[in-house]
């Protein structure tokens, strides 16, 4: 995917809610636990550009965990 970055990360301080995705620009935050969901976040989010809505972590994201 073009224009795509991948970095790895050390702790986001949200282990209990299951493996973290975080997408910049925007700074969604984003929950995957199987492959098919990691898929769908590649299909929907960045190779259609739309909000993967079902796998937001936080559905109102405001007042998220800084990422340093």
């Given amino acids: ?3 795509t970055r991948v970095n790895t990360s050390g702790c ?3 282990c209990e809610r299951g493996p973290a ?3 910049y620009p925007e700074g969604l935050w ?3 636990e199987t ?3 990691v898929d769908f976040l590649i299909g929907e ?3 259609q550009e739309r909000t993967a809505e079902r796998l937001l ?3 109102k994201q405001r ?3 800084t990422v340093a």
């Fill in 63 to 65: 007042n998220l965990p």
């Fill in 1 to 3: 995917i073009a224009d």
């Fill in 45 to 47: 989010h960045l190779q």
């Fill in 57 to 59: 972590m936080f559905k």
């Fill in 12 to 14: 986001l301080d949200v």
């Fill in 21 to 23: 995705f975080v997408i």
């Fill in 35 to 37: 492959k098919e969901d």
């Fill in 30 to 32: 984003y929950k995957c």
